[in-house]
C-alpha cells in the first residue's frame, strides 16, 4: 500500500503502553494517525510529536465526531480500556463500564460516521481455563474474570455490528504482552504496574524490594503460572499488518490470537531477569490471585496463515533486555535516577 493512499487512523489510548507502540509502527510505516486518550493511565511523551493528540473520553460522541472530521479518519484502533485482571475482580463495575460500556459507545460514533475499519484490542483472557493448550481461536471462550468478559462483550458487539453496517473489524486476542521499544521511545510506564517482566526489571533496577510470585502449586513443571509473551514491538506489527488485510478485504472480518506459541513459567522469567542483569531478585511467593489460570499459551497458527507476520524479538531475554532498558529511561524522564 502506497503511502498517499493510507487511510487516516485514530487510536485510542495511544498514549498507553501498547497504544504507543501501534502509533510508533504506524507512524514509521507512513499512515496519519491522531490519539485519542484521557491520560488517565497514559503519558503524554508516549505521543510522538507531530501526532495530534485528543484529550478525552471515547464515549463523548461529540468529541469523536469532530475527531473523525479533522482527521478524515477511516480506521479505529481501539486500545483504551482497564486491564488490570485482580482489580476487575474486585471491580467488575468499573471494567464494564471502562471497556463495554465506552466500547460500545466508539462503535456507534464510528458507525454514524460511517469509518468502515475497527481494529481491537482483545485478550486471551476471553478463553478463561482452556482445556486444551496450546490455544486456538475456536477454543470454547468461557471468561474466569471480568475483564475478560468485558472484552469478550465488546468482541460480540463487533461481530453484531458489522452484521448489519458497512464495516469490517479485526479482534487481536493478546497473549502476555512485554517488552518495549527497541529504540526506547516507549514502553510500559504505569506506576505500581502487575506485569510480571516490568515488576520484575524495577526490582533489578532497586525500584522495588522484591517479586511475588502468585501461586507455586499450579499443575505446571514448576508449580508457577506459564505464560506466552510477545514482545510489544511485534504485536504493534500485527496490527498495522490487520489495518492492511481489513482494508484490501473490505467484506472479511478477522479474529486471532497474538503469541509466539512458547510459554515460560514465572520462575523461568525471573531467572532470566537475573540472567540478563547479571543480578538475583528476591522472590516472595504468594497465594494464587483470583482468576488467574495455570497456563496460558497460544496456537499463532492462524496470524501466521493470514497475514505476512514475522516477528522480530521472539526471544525472551531480547524482551527483557528491551524492557530493561527502557525502565533505565524511564528512571531519566522523571528525574528520579
Not at 477511516?74 to 465506552?102: C, D, Q, W
Not at 460500545?104 to 485478550?123: C, D, K, Y
Not at 524495577?202 to 511475588?212: I, M, P, Y
Amino acid at each position: 500500500m502506497s503511502e498517499n493512499s493510507k487511510p487516516s487512523v485514530l487510536v485510542t489510548g495511544g498514549a498507553g503502553y501498547i497504544g504507543s507502540h501501534a502509533v510508533l509502527a504506524l507512524v514509521d510505516a507512513g499512515w496519519p494517525v491522531a490519539v485519542i486518550d484521557n491520560l488517565t493511565t497514559g503519558f503524554r511523551f508516549a505521543v510522538p510529536d507531530g501526532v495530534p493528540l485528543y484529550e478525552g473520553d471515547i464515549e463523548d460522541a461529540a468529541l469523536l465526531a469532530r475527531i473523525f472530521e479533522e482527521q478524515g479518519t477511516r480506521a479505529i484502533m481501539h486500545f483504551a480500556g482497564s486491564i488490570v485482571v485482580p482489580e476487575s475482580v474486585e471491580n467488575p463495575l468499573k471494567y464494564y463500564s471502562n471497556n463495554t460500556a465506552r466500547s460500545r459507545a466508539l462503535i456507534e460514533a464510528a458507525v454514524t460516521a460511517g469509518v468502515p475499519h475497527f481494529i481491537f484490542s482483545s485478550t486471551a483472557a476471553t478463553y478463561g481455563v482452556p482445556e486444551v493448550s496450546p490455544v486456538r481461536e475456536d477454543t470454547p471462550q468461557r471468561p474466569i474474570n471480568p475483564y475478560g468478559w468485558s472484552k469478550l462483550m465488546t468482541e460480540q458487539m463487533l461481530g453484531d455490528t458489522v452484521a448489519a453496517h458497512p464495516m469490517n473489524y479485526c479482534a487481536l486476542r493478546y497473549f502476555n504482552v512485554a517488552g518495549a521499544d527497541p529504540r526506547a521511545r516507549s514502553g510500559q510506564s504505569t506506576a505500581g504496574a502487575t506485569h510480571l517482566i516490568k515488576v520484575a526489571v524495577e526490582a533489578a533496577l532497586g525500584k522495588r524490594d522484591s517479586v511475588a510470585v502468585f501461586g507455586t502449586d499450579y499443575d505446571t513443571p514448576d508449580g508457577t503460572g506459564v505464560r506466552d509473551y510477545i514482545h510489544v514491538s511485534d504485536l504493534a506489527a500485527a496490527h498495522v499488518l490487520a489495518l492492511e488485510a481489513l482494508i484490501e478485504q473490505p467484506e472479511r472480518s478477522l479474529t486471532m490470537n497474538c503469541g509466539y506459541g512458547r510459554g515460560f513459567s514465572v520462575l523461568e522469567v525471573l531467572d532470566a531477569v537475573d540472567r540478563v542483569t547479571n543480578m538475583t531478585i528476591e522472590r516472595k511467593m504468594e497465594p494464587r490471585r483470583a482468576g488467574d489460570p495455570a497456563s496460558l499459551i497460544s496456537d499463532p497458527s492462524r496470524i501466521r496463515e493470514t497475514l505476512p507476520w514475522q516477528p522480530q524479538h521472539a526471544d525472551l531475554d531480547t524482551i527483557i533486555g528491551h524492557a530493561l532498558a527502557w525502565e533505565r529511561k524511564l528512571s531519566e524522564i522523571r528525574g528520579n535516577g
